[in-house]
C-alpha cells in the first residue's frame, strides 16, 4: 500500500512536472528570433519565411520509399510548416512544405530581413531601396500667385461680360508665369539636393499624375515637380538608411499615437461631460433642451465657418507682387470680394438672427438648465479651439511618418512598400550575432510585458490583460474574504448544532461545485441587468414602480425603528458573556432573526421603490454605463465562486484554535465578541490567508464567468486612468485567461497565436504563483508570530 500510494504521489508529480516543463519550453523559445529560409519549388515559384514546424508523413505510394525496408524515420520525407506572413501579398501566414515539392535544397539568403509591423503581422523579404518624400519647397510668391490663380477660376463667373473676356485672356499668362515659376523652383530644388546626395543615394522628380522621373535625366530640366524622392538602392545601403532613419520616424507616429488617443480622447471627455450635465439639468427641470443645444451648436460652428471662408477669400484675393504693377487686378479683386462680402454678410445675419432667437428660447429655461447650457456652448467652442491646434500637429505628424518607405524584395520578385512609421522592429536575420538574438528576444519579452496588442492580440503586448487580471484577483480578495470569514465565524462560533446548520454546510460544499459558467450566467443577470440598470436609471428602468412619497418615508421611519430593535439586542447577545444563563436567551434568539428578516424586507423595500432615486447615471440612458459588463461585476461574480473556498478554509482554520484558549478568556471575563476579536481571529489568521490563496489560484484562472460579466477581447482603455473617479469600476477589461482562450480558438490565424499561447499561459501561472508567494510570505509571519507567543 506504501509503494502504490508513493507511486501514485510519483505519478501525479510527474504528471503536473510535464505539463509545465512543456509550458515553460514551448513559452520560453517563442520569442527568440528563428533564421529565415528560402525554398525553390519544383512549380517555379519560391517562399520564404521562418521554420515553425518539421515533421515527418507517412509516404505515399507514388513516392520513393528509401533504402530503409523497415520505414526508418530518417528516411520518410519531412514536411515544414514555414512562417511566410506578408499577408497583405499571400492572403496567408503560414504554409506547408514537403520534401518533395522542393526543386532544390533550401538556401538562408544574406539580406533576408524580419520586419514586424503594427498591422498585417511580419513580412519577409530582401532590402531593396529606402525610399524618403520631400515636399517641394513652395516660395511666398508662388504660394500667392498659385491662390491668386485658384480664386479667379473659381470666382471668375461673377464678372461682367467684358470683365470676363479681359480675364479669359491675362489669366492663361498668369498661368503660364506660375508655371515658369514652379519650374524654376523645382530646379533650384533638385540641384541643392543633388549637392547633398550620399553615396548610393539617388533623387527623383514625381509629377502630378504619379510619374517618377531621374532628376539627372534631360526631361527633368522643364518640369514641375509635385515632390522629390531620395532613394538609397541596393541591400547595404537601403538597410544602413532604415537604422539609421527608423528611431526618429517611429518616435513620431509614437507621438501621433499619443495625441490621437490621449489629447482629442481627453478634449472629447470633456465635451461629453459638458453635455451629459446639460442632459442632467433637463431631468432635473423636467424640459428638453437637446433641440436647442444641436440648433445653437450649428448656428455657432456655422458662423466660424464663415469668419475662416472669409480669410481664406482675402488670402487668395490678395494680389501677388508680381502682378501689383496693374491697377486692373486690383479693381478687379476688390469688386468680386465687395459681392462676396455682401453675400457673407447677408448669410452671417441671418444666422446671427437665429442665434438670437435661439437664446431667446434658451433665458427661459430655468436657471439650472440655462448655466448648463451656456457652459455647454463655452465648453465646445475652448474644445474647436483646442482641436484645431492639436489637428495642425497630428497632420505634421502622420506626414512625417508616411514620408519614408522602405522597399522589401519578396522571393517571388515582388517588390512592395512598407511605411517606415508603421515597423516596430526589423533585424536582417541570418547575420544576427548571438548577443544580437538575445537583445531581440529581451525586447520582444519586454514589449509583451508592457505593451498593448497588435495584429488581432496575436503580436505585441499583453499589459491591458496583465492589469485587468491583477486588479480583478484584488478587488475579488478584497469582497470575498470578509464576507466569508463572517459567515465562517458565524457557523463556527455562534450557530448552534442543528438542522438549519448542516442545511447551510450542505448548500456550501455544493456551491463549490456547481459549474462556473452558471456564476456567470448570475452575475451578468442579477448584477449587469438588474443591480447595474438599477444604479443607472432607478426603479423604472429595472420594471419596478416606485411608491409615493408618504408611503415611502413611512416605510422609511419603520425601518430605523426596527433596526434599532434589532441592533439592541444584537449588541445584548454579543456583549453577553458565554456562560451567563438567561431562560430569555431562546426568545431573544427567535425574536432578533425575525426582527432582521422584517428589516432586510423594509429594506428592499426602500432601497428599490424609492420615489427619490432617479439612477445615478440616467444622463447617459440608453447607453448603459453599470448595466453592463464590467470589472466591478466580474470580481463580484467570482467572489461568489470563491466564496465557499475562503468559508470552508476559514471554519477549519478556526476549529483548529484550542478550545483552552477561548476558555481562559472566558474565565478572564471577556466576552464572546471580545474572545473571537482578541484571542480565535489571530490565532486563526494563518489558516484564513490559506484560503485566501485558494481563492486567489481558483478565480485568477476562470474564464467562462467573465466572458458573460466583463472580459473582452481588446479593451479600448484601462479601468484605472487620470480621469475622476480614475477606478472606473464599469468599463470592461482584458483578461489573460480570456485571452489564451481568444488565441488559441478564435484568432483568424491559429497557427501564428499558437507559441503566444503557450507564453500567456507560462505568463498566467507566474502571476499566480507570485500572488500565492506574497500571501504565503504574509501567513509565515502571522504564524511566526502568534506561535512565538506560546509556550
Not at 505519478?11 to 525553390?40: D, E, K, Y
Not at 519549388?41 to 520564404?48: E, H, K, P, T
Not at 470666382?155 to 479669359?168: E, I, K, N, T, W
Not at 505585441?460 to 470575498?480: E, N, R
Amino acid at each position: 500500500m506504501v509503494w502504490l500510494a508513493g507511486g501514485a504521489l510519483a505519478f501525479c508529480l510527474a504528471m503536473i512536472a510535464s505539463l509545465l516543463a512543456l509550458i515553460l519550453v514551448q513559452g520560453l523559445q517563442t520569442f527568440w528570433p528563428a533564421r529565415i529560409v528560402r525554398f525553390q519549388l519544383a512549380d517555379g515559384r519560391a517562399v520564404m519565411g521562418e521554420i515553425a514546424v518539421t515533421e515527418s508523413y507517412p509516404m505515399q505510394g507514388n513516392e520513393p520509399q528509401g533504402n530503409d525496408p523497415q520505414g526508418d524515420e530518417s528516411n520518410k520525407p519531412q514536411r515544414r510548416l514555414v512562417r511566410t506572413g506578408n499577408f497583405e501579398l499571400t492572403n496567408s501566414h503560414f504554409q506547408w512544405i514537403t520534401d518533395t515539392e522542393q526543386q532544390q535544397a533550401p538556401t538562408r539568403p544574406e539580406w533576408a530581413a524580419t520586419v514586424e509591423r503594427v498591422e498585417w503581422g511580419r513580412f519577409y523579404g530582401e532590402p531593396d531601396e529606402y525610399v524618403q518624400v520631400v515636399p517641394r519647397h513652395l516660395h511666398e510668391d508662388e504660394t500667392a500667385l498659385t491662390r491668386f490663380v485658384q480664386f479667379w477660376s473659381m470666382h471668375a463667373a461673377q464678372l461682367p461680360g467684358d470683365q470676363q473676356s479681359m480675364l479669359a485672356e491675362r489669366l492663361p499668362q498668369i498661368q503660364q508665369q506660375l508655371r515658369e515659376m514652379q519650374t524654376v523652383a523645382t530646379l533650384a530644388q533638385k540641384r541643392e539636393l543633388q549637392a547633398h546626395t550620399s553615396p548610393g543615394e539617388s533623387i527623383w522628380i514625381v509629377l502630378p499624375s504619379g510619374e517618377s522621373i531621374a532628376a539627372d535625366s534631360k526631361d527633368a530640366e522643364t518640369l514641375v515637380a509635385d515632390r522629390f524622392e531620395r532613394r538609397w538602392s541596393g541591400n547595404q545601403v537601403a538597410w544602413q538608411q532604415f537604422l539609421t532613419r527608423h528611431a526618429a520616424v517611429r518616435a513620431a507616429r509614437q507621438r501621433l499615437y499619443q495625441l490621437e488617443k490621449h489629447d482629442v480622447g481627453r478634449i472629447n471627455h470633456e465635451m461629453e461631460r459638458s453635455r451629459l450635465a446639460v442632459r442632467r439639468s433637463e431631468l432635473d427641470a423636467g424640459v428638453s433642451v437637446s433641440q436647442l443645444c444641436a440648433t445653437r451648436l450649428g448656428i455657432e460652428q456655422g458662423l466660424r465657418a464663415l469668419d475662416q471662408s472669409w480669410k481664406a477669400m482675402q488670402q487668395q484675393a490678395a494680389v501677388p507682387t508680381s502682378l501689383r504693377a496693374d491697377d486692373v487686378w486690383q479693381n478687379l479683386s476688390s469688386a468680386v470680394l465687395a459681392n462676396l462680402q455682401s453675400e457673407l454678410d447677408r448669410q452671417r445675419e441671418q444666422l446671427e438672427q437665429d442665434l438670437e432667437g435661439n437664446t431667446a428660447k434658451i433665458e427661459k429655461l430655468p436657471a439650472s438648465v440655462r448655466d448648463a447650457v451656456k457652459e455647454d456652448s463655452q465648453q465646445n467652442a475652448q474644445a474647436s479651439g483646442q482641436l484645431e491646434l492639436l489637428q495642425q500637429e497630428i497632420d505634421d505628424l502622420r506626414a512625417q511618418s508616411i514620408a519614408e518607405m522602405l522597399a522589401m524584395r519578396t522571393a517571388d520578385g515582388q517588390r512592395p512598400l512598407i511605411r517606415v512609421g508603421e515597423i516596430v522592429r526589423a533585424y536582417l536575420a541570418n547575420q544576427l550575432t548571438t548577443f544580437q538574438r538575445l537583445t531581440i528576444y529581451l525586447g520582444r519579452w519586454a514589449e509583451f510585458i508592457g505593451g498593448e496588442p497588435r495584429e488581432a492580440n496575436s503580436e505585441g503586448g499583453v499589459f491591458p490583460a496583465i492589469w485587468g487580471t491583477v486588479a480583478m484577483t484584488l478587488i475579488m480578495c478584497v469582497i470575498v474574504v470578509p464576507f466569508g470569514v463572517l459567515a465562517a465565524l458565524y457557523l463556527r462560533e455562534y450557530a448552534r448544532a442543528g438542522f438549519m446548520v448542516s442545511a447551510v454546510r450542505i448548500a456550501i460544499n455544493n456551491l463549490a461545485g456547481v459549474p462556473s459558467i452558471v456564476f456567470g450566467v448570475f452575475g451578468l443577470g442579477f448584477f449587469c441587468y438588474f443591480v447595474g440598470a438599477f444604479v443607472d436609471g432607478g426603479p423604472p428602468n429595472v420594471g419596478i414602480a416606485s411608491l409615493d412619497r408618504s408611503t415611502w418615508w413611512t416605510y422609511l421611519s419603520v425601518l430605523l425603528v426596527v433596526s434599532g430593535v434589532g441592533s439592541g439586542l444584537l449588541v445584548y447577545q454579543l456583549t453577553r458573556s458565554r456562560y451567563h444563563k438567561s431562560g430569555w436567551g431562546t426568545w431573544l434568539q427567535v425574536a432578533s432573526v425575525a426582527i432582521w428578516c422584517l428589516a432586510v424586507y423594509l429594506a428592499l423595500v426602500v432601497v428599490l421603490r424609492n420615489p427619490h432615486f432617479g439612477g445615478l447615471f440616467a444622463a447617459e440612458l440608453p447607453n448603459p454605463t453599470y448595466g453592463k459588463g464590467g470589472i466591478l461585476w466580474a470580481s463580484l461574480t467570482l467572489s461568489l465562486l470563491t466564496l465557499p473556498v475562503v468559508i470552508v478554509a476559514t471554519e477549519e482554520a478556526l476549529a483548529a484554535v484550542p478550545n483552552s484558549l477561548r476558555e481562559g478568556s472566558y474565565a478572564s471575563g471577556a466576552s464572546q465578541w471580545q474572545t473571537i476579536r482578541r484571542i480565535v481571529l489571530p490565532h486563526a489568521m494563518p489558516g484564513i490567508m490559506t484560503g485566501m490563496i485558494l481563492a486567489m489560484a481558483r478565480g485568477a484562472g476562470e474564464v467562462a464567468p467573465l466572458m458573460l460579466v466583463g472580459a473582452v477581447k481588446m479593451a479600448p482603455e484601462l479601468p484605472l486612468d487620470s480621469i475622476f473617479p480614475f477606478l472606473h469600476g464599469e468599463r470592461s477589461f482584458m483578461h489573460l485567461g480570456f485571452h489564451i482562450y481568444d488565441l488559441g480558438f478564435q484568432s483568424q490565424n491559429s497557427d501564428a497565436a499558437r507559441p503566444v499561447v503557450f507564453t500567456t499561459t507560462l505568463l498566467l501561472i507566474g502571476i499566480v504563483v507570485s500572488l500565492n508567494v506574497l500571501a504565503i510570505i504574509l501567513r509565515a509571519r502571522l504564524r511566526k508570530r502568534f506561535q512565538g507567543g506560546q509556550f
